[in-house]
């Protein structure tokens, strides 16, 4: 579903990305381990075409997305619910949702079976739906943030840190919503610093040092390997 090969990325002059590979295959959920500035949230900007890649290839459902800008790649299916949410808090929270509709994959009625299912993962969304989005707690906008990008019809996510800032229970709400899409199939790519619970829900992950892939296996090996332990889950 996607494939990325040999890819480097960065900032300016900075090269971040060393020729990072991966894949996600349909219906997985597969996570992404590393160091604070290991080159993650790099990763995913560079798959929703925030940040240009230097070379390499990053493919999505056979299409390459090379070239492609942000809203493009929305359109082709592919949400990004980026690190520090990025909501826009001088809108309402129901305008934010309609934003995340905007790409226009969805029909009106496709529309409203999105949000009533953001609203049935996520009912403080609905409570809160003429709140200025900016008059929300942190763990509130980044339910806003995950609603908006279910509001696209995506067939695949990119989940960065989704439970940053959140209670335990909500981090735990935000995994649980994690897995019910994979469930129906939507696949994702996730980084989570909760990453005991998120490989907990993940098929396979990778291990990023230095913007390099340095692991890949899947999630139960990952859990088992004491390197990982160690560095990754504080175990
Ligand atoms: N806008 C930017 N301009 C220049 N350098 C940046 C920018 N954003 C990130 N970097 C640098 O890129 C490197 C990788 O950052 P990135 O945010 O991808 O790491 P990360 O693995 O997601 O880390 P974290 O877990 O802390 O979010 C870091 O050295 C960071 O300082």
């Known amino acids: 579903m ?19 590979s991966l894949n996600v295959a349909p219906g997985e959920v597969v996570c992404l381990l590393g160091a604070n500035g290991a080159g993650k949230s790099t990763l995913l900007r560079t798959i ?7 070379s390499g ?25 980026p690190e520090g949410r ?21 029909n009106s009625s496709q529309i409203r079976q999105a949000r009533e299912q953001a609203f049935a993962y996520f009912p403080v969304v609905e409570r809160k739906l003429q709140s ?16 908006r990008a279910l509001m696209s019809g995506p067939s695949m996510l990119l989940l960065d840190e989704p439970s940053l800032g959140l209670a335990p229970k909500m981090i735990q ?10 469930q129906l199939g939507v696949p994702i790519l996730l980084v989570e610093q909760n990453a005991t619970a998120a490989l907990a829900v993940a098929d ?14 899947s999630a139960a090996q990952l859990l088992a390997d004491d390197t990982v332990r160690r560095n990754y889950l504080g175990l």
């Open 86 to 106: 990025e909501i826009f808090g001088g809108l309402t929270v129901d305008q934010n949702l309609r934003l995340g509709a905007y790409s226009g994959r969805l």
């Open 48 to 54: 929703s075409g925030l940040l240009p890649m230097k």
């Open 204 to 217: 396979r992950g990778y291990v990023i040092e230095h913007g390099r892939v340095v692991a890949d296996a």
């Open 173 to 182: 709400t935000v995994l649980d919503v994690v897995a019910s899409l994979k």
């Open 132 to 147: 200025k989005a900016s008059a929300l707690s942190g763990g509130e906008q980044q339910m806003v943030a995950m609603a």
């Open 2 to 20: 996607l494939e990325i090969s040999n890819l480097h990325s960065g900032y300016g002059s900075m090269t971040i990305l060393h020729g990072v």
């Open 57 to 81: 290839r990053i493919h999505f459902n056979g299409q390459s997305l090379e070239k492609h800008s942000t809203e493009k790649i929305v359109r082709m299916g592919l949400a990004h619910v």
